[in-house]
């Protein structure tokens, strides 16, 4: 079961669902989106046009937008994606049904660090790995 909990989604006059995630950081770009490096948007638009929120009829995801709201200069900011926002809801959802499929499979490891490239350098549970270990000269690369 998948399960979200929006920051917002309005739904415009004309029809269509606007699903918006508000960001203090820094804003996901649409190439991560469609990459699916930034998927939590794109899922929550997948639960909204099935109407899987609460007192929110399912409908047409017009538009998926990031509002950066700061407190600095300026204090917020809406940062609509460019991508089809139908498009990208079905895609994040084929994605994540792949991934379980992927995973469900007994002979699938489960990496220490999965997609390393795009690893934080810092993790509040880094400690509990044991990469340097497990790695061809002893010591972590990082």
Do not use: C
């Given at each position: 079961?998948?399960?979200?909990?929006?920051?917002?989604?309005?739904?415009?006059?004309?029809?269509?669902?606007?699903?918006?995630?508000?960001?203090?950081?820094?804003?996901?770009?649409?190439?991560?989106?469609?990459?699916?490096?930034?998927?939590?948007?794109?899922?929550?638009?997948?639960?909204?046009?099935?109407?899987?929120?609460?007192?929110?009829?399912?409908?047409?995801?017009?538009?998926?937008?990031?509002?950066?709201?700061?407190?600095?200069?300026?204090?917020?900011?809406?940062?609509p994606l460019k991508l089809e926002a139908e498009a990208e809801a079905a895609a994040a959802l084929d994605g994540l049904r792949a991934l379980?499929?992927?995973?469900?499979?007994?002979?699938?490891?489960?990496?220490?660090?999965?997609?390393?490239?795009?690893?934080?350098?810092?993790?509040?549970?880094?400690?509990?790995?044991?990469?340097?270990?497990?790695?061809?000269?002893?010591?972590?690369?990082?």
């Amino acid at each position: 079961t998948l399960t979200a909990k929006a920051d917002r989604i309005e739904r415009r006059a004309g029809g269509g669902l606007v699903v918006i995630d508000y960001k203090t950081g820094v804003v996901p770009s649409d190439p991560e989106v469609e990459r699916g490096m930034a998927s939590q948007l794109p899922l929550e638009a997948a639960i909204a046009r099935a109407g899987g929120f609460a007192e929110l009829p399912a409908g047409t995801v017009a538009r998926l937008e990031y509002w950066r709201v700061s407190g600095g200069e300026p204090p917020g900011e809406r940062k609509p994606l460019k991508l089809e926002a139908e498009a990208e809801a079905a895609a994040a959802l084929d994605g994540l049904r792949a991934l379980i499929a992927h995973y469900d499979d007994a002979d699938t490891p489960y990496p220490a660090r999965p997609r390393s490239e795009w690893a934080r350098r810092f993790s509040d549970y880094r400690h509990l790995s044991r990469v340097k270990e497990w790695g061809a000269g002893g010591e972590d690369e990082e």
